[in-house]
């Protein structure tokens, strides 16, 4: 997680983490003999807009191990996951500039559904 979350020390990371889960947070990884090769922070979410989701708030692979499948099997133990729990969609955002993500997404047959907008506070 911390390649995709450079800003968060070990002692940042756990109390966002601690924060977050009440809300529903919940951390899955992927492994490869012991080793973490990737990892997800998902969260089951009913909204008026879709009834119920699987909302990944994070997906990242390790960068020494990518192209190796690895984001694949999360992402597809992600989507069974959803459907286990009676969700209608699968969701994330992601960052524009994150280019090598929107290919990976675009295999998994994932489609651009909406704009997300963000104002600084």
Known sequence: MRQLRPHLDGTA??????????LGLQLVLHRVDGRVVAVAGIRLLDQ??????????????????????????????LVEHARANGCVA???DSGVHRHAAHR???????????YHFTLDL
């Open 13 to 22: 990371f756990v109390a966002t983490v601690r924060a977050a889960e009440p």
């Open 48 to 77: 008026l807009k879709s009834a119920r989701v699987l909302y990944v708030d994070d997906l990242v692979t390790d960068e020494t191990t990518r192209s190796a499948g690895h984001g694949e099997a999360l992402l597809q133990w």
């Open 90 to 92: 699968f969701e994330l």
């Open 104 to 114: 990976f997404y675009f295999r998994q047959r994932m489609r651009i559904a909406a």
